[in-house]
């Protein structure tokens, strides 16, 4: 594996001032020319002096990349890819040819060429679709991958990221971190998912690489006419997804990773939260104000002021001197309960959870073998090792209680996992985490990952210990797969316009990323909104998966009501419509469970050949999106009373409110503080019921 040729001198010149570039002194060792090839049923494993280089079919649509820069492949794990989601791999037949060895599958083929080692992707009219730039190369335990970037290629995905929905001309590192007022710009975020989604010319495709190390893609923003990815550590492993239908990639990356399963109907209502309801009085006036004043609502929060010394699994009796009575209470009226339960357990003798975890070995060790102590919410805690199957059959244990009270969901919040007083804000790297692999890893493999274990330790418990009924859980954290077990939310957003904005782009790609059931924090967490901006907030949120209104500590009063009648009777109308449409609305959720394709989608997604939807420079334009297949949503999301020019998707639309029929290609409207652009496609059926 090194550059040994003379010939690609040229190359290795470029390699040295791409790293000068980016002040990376990392010396990349390119993989060479290969060497020898070896046929397989279903693809093909190359030598390239010592590396070696494997290229599969795993169905029809994908095609999988794995480099062992030593010869060796590692076991093959993956923390997101469901056993049962590659069934039989299709047998191809391999062509091989002094310069290139090529397969095709039935929706493309992929070609090697041989030196320098460029792997490549093709259509199946041969048309190439994408290839790599330069040989892959490795550094110590990272590697990189570098990729031709047509000018007029977009990019999606990548979980929960803000700034526009196109990923083109930025870089972005993956690396669950919490990240309190994060803006625009700020990345990392809480979740991560290394899987991208591509739209040129009506035509897209997919990759996906399995790898949950710190990881790094830049599209564009380097150099401008290539994009790359690689991980600073674990194995060079992705897979490739044909379309030419971004519909179609989708659906064959979340097949890989699995669906998100059917939530109860109750929590597509309304939820109300905030930092926190206490005391118990407070909780009750609060569902009753909604009850008054014909508010529809179904969830309130109750965030980690309900907990005694912020302990989780236990009740602060002065607080909340009759908890049971408030669940089942709440609950004649209507509201279900959702608690808070963060994954650090209070380090304190005496403490059940904290007994019992320690009896069973069951908390992340240090390096030194100690059991890991970090501080966060409750003081010194600890943290399960939820990599390991025992400990998260003990962490669902612990939600018996509660289960039994008639609590209807949970909270799984801090899963980054967040530490304080760390300038990483998280564990220290070199921690080790068992796993059910039965390999200890240390925390730079496991960090992005870390979450979801906890979110799948949560859902898989509560299913445990009552089979009967849908589990719901809410996650901070999340990685490829995390959908299985827990729904989402933005993180700790900011009261402001500008946060109302970048909401669209970041749910829609979560969306892309095979994270359907996502919403962010209604009216904003950081600060307090002024009317007119909870006001747009809450009628943008009907259309949004996860309707939360949720604000932090010593902020504002944020509930519907607190601004007046006016903005009352807004606001009450628009939580009403949430309600009428949630026949749609379950049926779309229900229709993603099985496809993936999410509630809250790109217009680029049903109409791939309309590139207007993907090419506008306005990115008022590009935040247009469907609601289900059927319902145009166009945002107003600034204080400007200019008009809103509003780009019509092909085919015929009606405006929801008026019926209108909407002619041609555009509209402009100047949508009034009690109105939000909505539109029906034509032919459309859509259930509704009555309130
Ligand atoms: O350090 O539980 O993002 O929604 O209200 C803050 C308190 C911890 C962060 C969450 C936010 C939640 C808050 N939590």
């Not at 669906?259 to 609060?286: A, D, K, M």
């Not at 949430?578 to 997604?605: A, C, D, K, N, S």
């Amino acid at each position: 594996m090194m550059i040994s040729n003379q010939r690609f001198s040229p190359l290795l010149f470029l390699l040295f001032s791409f790293c000068t570039v980016f002040g990376s002194d990392r010396p990349w060792q390119s993989v060479g020319p290969v060497t020898q090839v070896k046929k397989l049923s279903n693809g093909v494993e190359l030598q390239a002096g010592k590396a070696a280089i494997r290229v599969t079919a795993t169905s029809d649509s994908i095609i999988r990349v794995r480099v062992a820069p030593g010869g060796v492949f590692p076991a093959d794990r993956s923390w997101a890819i469901l056993p049962e989601a590659l069934p039989e791999a299709p047998r191809v037949n391999v062509v091989d040819s002094p310069r290139a060895v090529e397969f095709s599958i039935a929706s493309g083929a992929v070609r090697v060429q041989k030196s320098p080692l460029h792997v490549q992707f093709l259509d199946v009219a041969g048309k190439l679709l994408e290839s790599d730039a330069r040989p892959i190369a490795f550094s110590g335990a990272a590697f990189r991958i570098w990729k031709q970037l047509p000018t007029d290629e977009h990019f999606y995905g990548l979980g929960d990221k803000a700034g526009p929905i196109d990923r083109r001309n930025e870089t972005f590192t993956m690396w669950n971190t919490d990240m309190y007022g994060w803006q625009e710009s700020t990345d990392p975020l809480y979740k991560d998912i290394p899987f991208f989604l591509t739209m040129r010319k009506g035509i897209s495709y997919g990759v996906f690489l399995d790898n949950a190390y710190r990881s790094s893609f830049d599209f564009g923003r380097g150099e401008r006419d290539i994009y790359s990815f690689g991980a600073e550590g674990g194995e060079l492993n992705y897979y490739f997804f044909f379309g030419p239908e971004p519909k179609k990639v989708l659906q064959s990356y979340t097949a890989l990773v699995g669906h998100v399963p059917l939530p109860p109907l109750w929590t597509l209502g309304f939820q109300q939260s905030r930092y926190s309801y206490f005391p118990e009085s407070r909780v009750r006036e609060i569902a009753n104000t909604f009850r008054e004043r014909n508010i529809p609502a179904d969830v309130i929060y109750l965030d980690i002021d309900y907990q005694k010394d912020y302990a989780p699994f236990t009740i602060d009796t002065g607080k909340f001197p009759n908890f049971q009575g408030m669940i089942r209470d709440l609950g004649q009226q209507g509201f279900k309960v959702i608690l808070i339960t963060d994954l650090h357990i209070k380090k304190q003798t005496g403490y059940k959870p904290y007994d019992e975890g320690l009896a069973q070995d069951n908390f992340v060790k240090a390096a030194d073998g100690s059991v890991f102590v970090g501080k966060v919410w409750p003081g010194d805690s600890v943290f399960p090792d939820f990599t390991l199957e025992r400990v998260r059959r003990w962490w669902g244990t612990l939600y018996r209680d509660f289960l039994d009270m008639g609590v209807g969901g949970f909270w799984n919040d801090m899963n980054e996992p967040a530490v304080f007083e760390r300038a990483d804000k998280t564990m220290p790297l070199d921690n080790r985490h068992r796993t059910d692999w039965g390999v200890t890893l240390p925390h730079t493999a496991v960090h992005n990952v870390f979450g979801m274990e906890n979110a799948r330790a949560t859902y898989e418990g509560l299913l445990r210990l009552h089979p009967n009924e849908r589990p719901f859980v809410l996650t901070r954290a999340a990685y490829a797969g995390a959908q299985r077990y827990a729904a989402s939310w933005t993180g700790d957003n900011t009261s402001s316009w500008n946060h109302l904005r970048m909401m669209t782009p970041n749910l829609l790609n979560l969306g892309l990323s095979g994270y359907p059931l996502v919403g962010a924090d209604i009216g904003g967490f950081a600060g307090s909104p002024p009317p007119d901006l909870l006001t747009r907030w809450i009628e943008l949120g009907v259309f949004t998966p996860i309707y939360r209104d949720h604000t932090t500590k010593g902020t504002a009063d944020q509930e519907p009501w607190v601004h007046g009648p006016e903005h009352e009777a807004i606001r009450r109308r628009y939580i009403e419509l949430r309600y009428r449409l949630l026949p749609y609305i379950y049926t779309g959720v229900e229709q993603t469970t099985r496809t993936g394709i999410p509630l809250m989608r790109p217009v680029f997604l049903e109409y791939p050949q309309d590139e207007r939807f993907y090419t506008e420079q306005d990115t008022a334009f590009l935040d247009e999106y469907l609601f289900g297949r059927d319902l145009l949503i166009a945002p107003r999301v600034t204080e400007m009373l200019d008009p809103l020019q509003i780009n019509i998707p092909p085919g015929s639309w009606y405006d929801y409110w008026t019926g209108e029929k909407v002619q041609g290609g555009s509209v402009k409207l100047t949508p009034a503080l009690d109105s939000l652009p909505v539109f029906v496609r034509g032919g459309a059926i859509i259930p509704q019921q009555p309130l």
